[in-house]
Nanobody, 124 residues
Framework: QVQLVESGGGLVQAGGSLRLSCAASGRTFNSYDWGWFRQAPGKEREFVAA????????YFADSAKGRFTISRDNAKNTVYLQMNSLKPEDTAVYYC?????????????????WGQGTQVTVSS
Protein backbone atom coordinates (compact mmCIF):
# COMPACT_ATOMS: atom_id res chain seq x y z
CA GLN A 1 0.00 0.00 0.00
CA VAL A 2 1.05 3.56 -0.63
CA GLN A 3 -0.67 6.77 0.36
CA LEU A 4 -0.50 9.82 -1.89
CA VAL A 5 -1.15 13.45 -1.05
CA GLU A 6 -1.12 16.12 -3.74
CA SER A 7 -0.51 19.81 -3.17
CA GLY A 8 0.39 22.92 -5.11
CA GLY A 9 -2.79 23.56 -7.04
CA GLY A 10 -4.41 26.96 -7.23
CA LEU A 11 -5.58 29.80 -9.42
CA VAL A 12 -3.17 31.18 -12.00
CA GLN A 13 -3.43 33.39 -15.04
CA ALA A 14 -2.88 32.04 -18.51
CA GLY A 15 0.82 31.88 -19.27
CA GLY A 16 1.70 31.31 -15.63
CA SER A 17 3.25 28.35 -13.88
CA LEU A 18 2.46 25.97 -11.06
CA ARG A 19 4.34 23.09 -9.51
CA LEU A 20 2.31 20.23 -8.17
CA SER A 21 3.74 17.90 -5.55
CA CYS A 22 2.77 14.37 -4.66
CA ALA A 23 4.06 13.14 -1.32
CA ALA A 24 4.09 9.39 -0.92
CA SER A 25 4.13 7.32 2.23
CA GLY A 26 3.90 3.64 2.87
CA ARG A 27 5.88 1.07 0.95
CA THR A 28 9.22 1.77 -0.66
CA PHE A 29 9.04 4.74 -3.00
CA ASN A 30 11.23 3.03 -5.59
CA SER A 31 8.81 0.13 -5.84
CA TYR A 32 6.52 2.27 -7.98
CA ASP A 33 6.20 4.07 -11.26
CA TRP A 34 4.35 7.39 -11.04
CA GLY A 35 1.80 9.27 -13.07
CA TRP A 36 -0.19 12.47 -13.17
CA PHE A 37 -3.72 12.59 -14.51
CA ARG A 38 -6.38 15.28 -14.71
CA GLN A 39 -10.12 15.52 -14.96
CA ALA A 40 -11.94 18.59 -16.16
CA PRO A 41 -15.65 19.15 -15.43
CA GLY A 42 -17.81 17.00 -17.65
CA LYS A 43 -14.83 15.16 -19.10
CA GLU A 44 -13.16 11.84 -18.52
CA ARG A 45 -9.94 11.59 -16.59
CA GLU A 46 -6.94 11.78 -18.88
CA PHE A 47 -3.26 10.97 -18.69
CA VAL A 48 -0.89 13.92 -18.37
CA ALA A 49 2.60 12.63 -17.56
CA ALA A 50 4.45 9.71 -15.99
CA UNK A 51 7.90 8.81 -14.78
CA UNK A 52 9.46 5.42 -14.30
CA UNK A 53 10.71 4.36 -10.88
CA UNK A 54 14.29 4.78 -12.05
CA UNK A 55 13.63 8.37 -13.10
CA UNK A 56 15.19 7.88 -16.51
CA UNK A 57 12.06 7.45 -18.60
CA UNK A 58 9.20 9.89 -18.84
CA TYR A 59 5.99 10.05 -20.82
CA PHE A 60 3.81 13.02 -21.70
CA ALA A 61 0.44 13.57 -23.27
CA ASP A 62 0.62 15.62 -26.45
CA SER A 63 -1.11 18.48 -24.62
CA ALA A 64 1.69 18.54 -22.03
CA LYS A 65 4.76 18.14 -24.23
CA GLY A 66 7.05 21.14 -24.17
CA ARG A 67 5.19 22.77 -21.29
CA PHE A 68 5.16 20.26 -18.43
CA THR A 69 7.97 18.34 -16.80
CA ILE A 70 7.79 15.48 -14.32
CA SER A 71 10.44 14.63 -11.78
CA ARG A 72 10.96 12.75 -8.56
CA ASP A 73 12.95 13.31 -5.39
CA ASN A 74 13.75 9.98 -3.76
CA ALA A 75 15.03 11.62 -0.60
CA LYS A 76 11.66 13.32 -0.10
CA ASN A 77 9.47 10.51 -1.49
CA THR A 78 7.88 13.11 -3.70
CA VAL A 79 6.92 13.37 -7.35
CA TYR A 80 6.54 16.77 -9.02
CA LEU A 81 4.70 18.11 -12.02
CA GLN A 82 6.06 21.45 -13.18
CA MET A 83 3.52 23.16 -15.40
CA ASN A 84 4.54 26.17 -17.47
CA SER A 85 2.75 28.28 -20.06
CA LEU A 86 -0.56 27.25 -18.59
CA LYS A 87 -3.71 27.58 -20.65
CA PRO A 88 -7.37 27.82 -19.61
CA GLU A 89 -7.87 24.33 -21.04
CA ASP A 90 -5.45 23.01 -18.41
CA THR A 91 -8.09 23.74 -15.77
CA ALA A 92 -8.89 20.47 -14.00
CA VAL A 93 -8.44 18.46 -10.86
CA TYR A 94 -4.99 16.89 -11.04
CA TYR A 95 -4.36 13.48 -9.55
CA CYS A 96 -1.15 11.70 -8.67
CA UNK A 97 -1.11 7.93 -9.09
CA UNK A 98 1.24 5.03 -8.46
CA UNK A 99 1.62 1.63 -10.02
CA UNK A 100 4.01 -1.20 -9.20
CA UNK A 101 7.08 -0.76 -11.34
CA UNK A 102 7.25 -2.53 -14.63
CA UNK A 103 8.44 -2.09 -18.21
CA UNK A 104 4.98 -1.34 -19.54
CA UNK A 105 4.28 1.95 -21.31
CA UNK A 106 3.08 4.12 -18.46
CA UNK A 107 0.60 5.97 -20.65
CA UNK A 108 -1.54 2.84 -20.75
CA UNK A 109 -0.66 1.21 -17.45
CA UNK A 110 -3.30 0.61 -14.84
CA UNK A 111 -2.58 2.62 -11.71
CA UNK A 112 -3.49 1.10 -8.37
CA UNK A 113 -3.11 3.98 -5.94
CA TRP A 114 -4.48 7.50 -6.23
CA GLY A 115 -4.35 10.74 -4.34
CA GLN A 116 -7.34 12.91 -3.54
CA GLY A 117 -6.56 15.46 -6.22
CA THR A 118 -5.67 19.14 -6.31
CA GLN A 119 -7.57 21.80 -8.22
CA VAL A 120 -5.81 23.81 -10.91
CA THR A 121 -7.67 26.75 -12.38
CA VAL A 122 -6.22 28.83 -15.20
CA SER A 123 -7.94 32.12 -15.93
CA SER A 124 -7.87 33.75 -19.35
Amino acid sequence: QVQLVESGGGLVQAGGSLRLSCAASGRTFNSYDWGWFRQAPGKEREFVAAIRWSGDVTYFADSAKGRFTISRDNAKNTVYLQMNSLKPEDTAVYYCAATPRSFVDLRYRRYDFWGQGTQVTVSS
